[in-house]
């Protein structure tokens, strides 16, 4: 079977010419094969059955409101022009990792097809984070997307560490807060992310043994999140209703200084925060100092 190739002079590699028949196998279409310019790997330019494309296990959840903007700028159009990237676990099926909301505005506007570009190496597909620029990720999405390719890479590579994904997960406190989202998808991670972004670090050690530890640190932030709770509640029973009232509990009960150079251990600190939230004196707050915290606070996008 004959593909248009680029460079013509090349012999595109053998894992990518055997993907290219598994396409026109499972009833696609190969437009080209071609290197692409920064890494010189081959890629496959093709037309999957839109019914064989599906989004990978470790993608976030759909925003139906991202979907519907899209599928009415495609309309609107009349043309798709932005190919999804995907690959292929096994024949007759593809995952994206970055395209699924692409995805599915073609599937609701009825396409047979899906424009894509078709990685050979899978493990492309575990890069959901940095690949993923259609719609920016919000922490519970990210935080979700992490556990989920954590959980995924135990079942495959249970001997490896956090440190041989961390590009992928991009940063430790998302395992630890995926861990807290799939209890709870209320988490107040926003209040208590600061916190973890300095003293949560990657582990050593194998990713199976390194769930069990994580379990551990989640179950200290919930507990410090309790706490937490208690002290809001007791605030609010004083007529202060603020959105900010967590944010301002917590930023006068961290052990954590911006003038300490040397941190605590994960452990040491989740149990002092616990400590200092439940001896805080909720009678000495005041709604103005809620608010005025509030607003000399710089935003931090989830």
């Not at 400590?275 to 509030?294: M, P």
């Amino acid at each position: 079977m004959a593909w248009v190739t680029f460079p013509e002079n090349k012999t595109p590699s053998k894992e990518a010419q055997a993907l290219a028949t598994q396409v026109e196998r499972d009833g696609g279409h190969v437009l080209a094969l071609y290197q692409e310019p920064i890494g010189d790997h081959w890629q496959i330019f093709c037309l999957l059955p839109a019914d064989k494309v599906e989004a990978s296990p470790y993608q976030r959840d759909i925003s139906p409101t991202h979907v519907k903007r899209l599928t009415e700028a495609v309309k609107k159009l009349e043309r798709f022009v932005d190919p999804i990237l995907a690959v292929s676990p096994r024949p007759g099926v593809y995952w994206t990792p970055n395209g699924n909301h692409r995805r599915a505005a073609l599937q609701k506007l009825k396409a047979d097809y899906v424009p894509t570009i078709l990685v050979a190496e899978r493990e492309v597909a575990f890069n959901v984070l940095p690949l993923n620029t259609e719609k920016a990720h919000n922490l519970k999405e990210k935080s979700l997307e992490v556990i989920r390719m954590y959980r995924g890479l135990l079942e495959s590579e249970p001997t490896s560490s956090e440190d041989d994904y961390a590009f992928q997960f991009e940063s430790p406190h998302f395992i630890t807060l995926g861990l807290l989202y799939e209890q709870n998808k209320r988490f107040a991670g926003g209040a208590f992310a600061p916190i973890l972004r300095r003293v949560d670090k990657f582990l050593k050690g194998s990713l199976r043994k390194g769930l069990e530890e994580r379990e551990e640190r989640a179950a200290m932030v919930r507990e410090a999140d309790e706490a937490l709770a208690g002290a809001v509640a007791k605030i609010k029973k004083r007529g202060i209703n603020h959105p900010y009232v967590k944010n301002y509990v917590l930023a006068r009960t961290t052990p954590l200084t911006r003038q300490r150079k040397t941190l605590p251990p994960f452990e040491q600190t989740f149990k002092k925060l616990k400590e200092n939230i439940e001896a805080f004196d909720v009678g000495k707050v005041r709604y103005e100092d809620i608010q005025r915290s509030a607003i000399m606070a710089i935003p931090v996008a989830e």
